[in-house]
């Protein structure tokens, strides 16, 4: 993975991988109330860290938080969790794997998860079929 072709068109500072560099709180280095959050980012963080739509949401809200608390002449002071939960689905069954700072778990391969994950889809995107 790297960054978008478009990013080459700005001075935005680049991570290796050739991400929009942020630092813990999401925000774009070296500039004045410019935050990243999700896939376009490069976050200090554990080397498992995901690119995922969870990590993305979790990095969003805190880069809102910072935003605002910038423009009210606060310091920006939240940092995203790294928080890894996936539940890989193979139409029949599913497996759930999640890491954080505090625990790594693994369950096995149920039918059950398959379900849970397509409750949590039909869940989640309601919010924004409204
Ligand atoms: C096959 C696949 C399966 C995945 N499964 C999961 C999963 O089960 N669970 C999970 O949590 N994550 C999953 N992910 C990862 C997840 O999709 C991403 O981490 C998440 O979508 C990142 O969100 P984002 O908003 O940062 O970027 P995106 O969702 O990629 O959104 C970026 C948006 O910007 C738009 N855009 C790009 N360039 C421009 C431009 N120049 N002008 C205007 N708009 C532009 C794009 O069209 C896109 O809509 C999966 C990814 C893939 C590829």
Redesign the pocket.
């Given at each position: 993975m790297t960054g978008?072709p478009?990013f080459d068109a700005t001075d935005l500072p680049r991570s290796p991988g050739g991400m929009i560099q942020a630092d813990a709180h999401c925000k774009v280095t070296g500039y004045d109330k410019v935050y990243v959050?999700?896939?376009?980012g490069s976050f200090p963080g554990p080397d498992w860290m995901?690119?995922?739509?969870?990590?993305?949401d979790l990095q969003a809200k805190a880069a809102v938080k910072n935003l605002l608390a910038e423009f009210k002449g606060q310091p920006p002071r939240a940092i995203p969790k790294s928080e890894l939960?996936?539940?890989i689905?193979s139409f029949n069954s599913g497996m759930l794997v999640a890491r954080t700072e505090k625990y790594n778990i693994m369950l096995p391969d149920i039918s059950l998860l398959h379900w849970a994950k397509r409750g949590f889809e039909q869940w989640y995107i309601r919010q924004y079929l409204k």
């Open positions: 978008s478009w959050a999700g896939d376009a995901p690119k995922q739509a969870h990590m993305a939960i996936c539940l689905d």
